[in-house]
């Protein structure tokens, strides 16, 4: 096993949660897509972790921090999905335009 | 691995100031939930009297020993003293202005300052963060909160859009600098402190390699959303429309130093092997923001969206500072974030005021408000005029020398179109001021003919007063007596070692290997 | 290639095969549903990558934190915001979709041609440690023990604020008509013109 491959499935899967970020109409697929670029850092860094820092495995400890955080930040991400949903009625991005000059 | 050894090793008491505001945040929380509704009379001032003992206490850390705590995560030097100072202050004003504005709008007050706290807990941590998981964790507490505050009016579709955009944005920038964080914890072999990580770095290799060039641009993407520099400023007039009012002078100023404080941390600490590179790719930021901030302001109508690209530009004026490189452009930079701090708070509190009286902030309807409240007139003229520069106000001074060192570093371009800029923006805050103080009462606006009688003694104008009065003078008191605030930016410059340690030596290989020994603490031995 | 490497290697296959095509499915499939139990996938097959890698404890935290919380949640909201509406067709995007996929397939060469060219400095030769758990729990509690706290500080403002941005309110009434008053829970200042004539 090398650690080139996981690197190049982590670009991989980071460049489809980018296209997804930029492409997506529905706002919880957005969200989805930012898990998915999160989830390719985690590989990266574990990837490292394993190879690179066997002994100390600061990244295993970078990728717990990422977890926890992305589940609160996919938390918030929902409430706010909620509330604006109840007040427009609709999640598609493209009508999401009342603020622009 | 013994347990009181580790504690002896942690230094803790450097992140006293971050601990009296988390005592601050869950006395708030627990007094909110006991007492009920009825408390948030007092519970404002709790808060803010737990900032100002945050104040002391970093009054009282000023220069310690050893300002290295919890084993290299946390750096408790005179630079990150400052900024913390700066996001305190700045929440402290915040919270004066949006006692009434909250209970205006009829949401809780209590939610709004813990959530309020936890984002100057969030950027003071950010401000002192040393280590690539410290600076994350901070990073995202600043920001989940001024997600949830900027949507917190939420029956208000504007506030709703405001915070997804803003979300969607924030979260998808962070990831990008996450990525950028995680190849530096590979190139450097598996390091996330920033000192071991540029040490290491400089060690194995001369040239630097591809991607330290990718992960820098990936870092820098989430930096310049943070200080909203062009372009990554999208967000920025969008979310500064729809946040409550006093979220977004927080944004602006608090939320804005952190981004610098990480900037400089960041770049300086962690990117010495690209200086070259770095330099490059700010310069193009800031000339950007200048331009585009400055200009696109002038086609405004909305007055806290003026003040959105108004900030951007400013953005772009503090970062002729980071760029020159010394122990001047440091201090220019923190001088100048300390000057805009009373002034852009100081506008926001009378767009606040304003908008409380008439339910407006569209910029013409401000017209002939000299007529009806002259204080107000006169504050706002000064915030303004200060925010544009005119002498002899605290601003002119700021730019002045932030436009003096650039000089001196030999960055004439920028300089040059930071002049240009400047010239441009002294026209729209003008133009406000002009508006406000026209003679003729047929040039009324509507707002103006039905502006209510001014009431001080309503419950909760007063602490607006106190806001309004404090900023407003010392927006015109650092004009003229700018020594003190001047010789504490140079101060907190100084004394860093970190930034002292980056400006002695040019040779870039060198500076890594030179700020290496001195913070370079013992890890803990993972065998045990 | 002795045998366990082979295991190994195919087992890579196999798992990253799964998680890139759901992946892929999750940003294109049509239905958002399909997206959600997808997402599922992706991660279940990312934990399978973390137990290759020698990371039982974060696998198992993919699987309890990913799958069993964000990925919920995530169902959760597509339940709730399920309306089934077509969106308005808007031209160009198209378009948009060529041009970002070609950005992004720019992006994953420039990325791979990092990963293959950085000369990685691979340790050999290092004693891995006994058990993941131990090793990440001392980390915890010494250099990283502020990040630690303030990370449980985050997550306890997130509940906070998630509460009381998507619970429902109990809007005061006004006496006389009984409807919700308006300017409950919004901005003081009023829209725009631009916006009101939408």
Not at chain 2, 344 to 361: A, K, Q
Request: net charge negative.
């Amino acid at each position: 096993m090398e650690l080139n491959y996981f690197l190049l499935v982590a670009a991989a899967l980071f460049c489809i949660g980018i296209y997804g970020l930029v492409t997506s109409r529905n706002a919880i697929r957005v969200l989805m897509s930012i898990e998915l670029m999160l989830n390719a850092v985690n590989l990266n860094l574990m990837a490292f972790s394993n190879f690179l820092d066997p002994d100390d495995i600061r990244g295993q400890v970078f990728s717990v921090f990422v977890i926890t955080i992305a589940a609160a930040e996919a938390a918030v991400g929902l409430a706010i999905v909620l509330a604006i949903y109840r007040n427009r009625d609709t999640v598609d991005m493209e009508q999401f335009n009342l603020l622009k000059w | 691995m013994e347990f009181s050894n580790v504690a002896s090793q942690l230094n803790a008491w450097v992140i006293m100031p971050e601990g009296v505001v988390i005592l601050t945040l869950l006395s708030v929380l627990l007094i909110d939930l006991i007492v009920g509704r009825t408390s948030v009379r007092w519970t404002p001032y709790v808060a803010i009297a737990g900032l100002t003992a945050s104040l002391g206490a970093l009054w009282l850390q000023w220069d310690p020993a050893d300002p290295i705590a919890f084993l290299g995560g946390f750096s408790g030097d005179t630079l990150s003293t400052l900024f913390r100072g700066i996001i305190a202050l700045s929440s402290i004003v915040t919270i004066l202005m949006s006692i009434t504005y909250v209970e205006r709008t009829g949401t809780a007050l209590g939610e709004f300052l813990i959530i309020l706290l936890t984002a100057t807990v969030g950027g003071m941590f950010l401000s002192g963060a040393n280590e690539l998981v410290m600076i994350f964790v901070a990073l995202e507490t600043l920001s989940i909160s001024s997600y949830l505050l900027t949507g917190y009016m939420k029956r208000d579709p504007r506030s709703n859009e405001a915070a997804l955009k803003y979300l969607l944005i924030g979260a998808s920038s962070s990831a990008i600098w996450l990525y950028g964080a995680s190849l530096l914890y590979g190139l450097s072999g598996g390091e996330t402190r920033l000192t071991a990580i540029a040490a290491n770095l400089a060690e194995n290799a001369d040239v630097p390699p591809l991607g330290l060039i990718v992960a820098l641009v990936f870092v820098v993407a989430g930096i310049a959303f943070k200080i909203s520099a062009v372009p990554f400023h999208q967000w920025t007039p969008d979310v500064y429309e729809g946040s409550p009012t006093p979220v977004v002078a927080f944004l602006s100023v608090g939320s804005k130093a952190a981004g610098f404080a990480l900037a400089v941390r960041l770049l300086a600490a962690a990117f010495p092997l690209v200086s070259e590179q770095w330099h490059f790719v700010f310069t193009a930021l800031a000339i950007l923001s200048m331009v585009l901030g400055n200009v696109v302001a002038l086609a405004q109508t909305s007055m806290k969206r003026m003040l959105a690209y108004s900030s951007i530009g400013q953005a772009g004026f503090v970062l002729i500072g980071l760029l020159s490189n010394s122990v001047d452009g440091y201090a220019s930079m923190l001088f100048y974030l300390l000057i805009y701090l009373f002034m852009n708070l100081g506008g926001f509190t009378c767009v606040i005021l304003f908008s409380l009286r008439t339910g407006t902030d569209e910029i013409s309807e401000y017209s002939g408000l000299y007529q009806k409240d002259p204080l107000l007139t006169l504050a706002f003229s000064i915030c303004l005029l200060s925010l544009g520069g005119i002498p002899p106000l605290a601003g002119f001074f700021g730019k002045i020398y932030l436009f003096w060192v650039g000089w001196q570093a030999g960055l004439y371009p920028l300089v040059l179109v930071g002049l240009i800029t400047s010239v441009i923006s002294i026209y729209y805050y003008i133009r406000v001021v002009k508006m406000m103080v026209v003679k003729e009462p047929q040039e009324m606006s509507v707002a103006i003919k039905n502006y209510p009688k001014i009431q001080w003694t309503l419950p909760g104008m007063r602490p607006l007063q106190v806001g309004l009065v404090l900023t407003m003078v010392a927006t015109t008191l650092s004009g003229i007596l700018a020594n003190p605030l001047f010789t504490l930016a140079n101060n907190a410059v100084v004394k860093t070692e970190m930034l002292q340690a980056t400006l002695k030596s040019p040779e870039a290989t060198e500076t890594a290997r030179a700020i290496a020994p001195p913070v370079a603490t013992t890890p803990p031995d993972p065998q045990g | 290639m002795n045998l366990s490497e082979g295991v190994q290697l195919v087992s890579f296959g196999i798992l990253t095969f799964l998680m890139l095509g759901a992946a892929l499915g999750v940003v294109l499939s049509p239905s958002v549903v399909y997206s959600a139990f997808l997402l599922g996938l992706t991660f279940s097959s990312m934990a399978g990558l973390y137990l290759l890698l020698n990371a039982d404890f974060v696998a198992a935290a993919q699987i309890l934190v990913y799958v069993g919380a964000v990925n919920v949640l995530i169902l959760f909201g597509v339940m709730l915001v399920n309306k089934r509406q077509d969106y308005r067709k808007e031209t160009g995007l198209l378009l948009r979709q060529l041009l970002t996929a070609v950005v992004c397939f720019g992006l994953f060469a420039l990325l791979g041609a990092v990963t293959v060219i950085t000369p990685w400095q691979i340790a050999e030769g290092v004693t891995r440690v006994d058990s993941s758990v131990i090793a990440l729990a001392k980390h915890l509690f010494s250099d990283y023990l502020l990040p630690f706290e303030v990370a449980s500080v985050l997550l306890l403002m997130a509940m906070i604020g998630a509460i009381v941005l998507a619970r429902r309110d109990l809007l005061m009434e006004d006496p006389e008509t009984g409807m919700p008053a308006e300017t409950e829970l919004a901005l003081p200042e009023r829209p725009r013109e631009t916006v009101v004539s939408e």
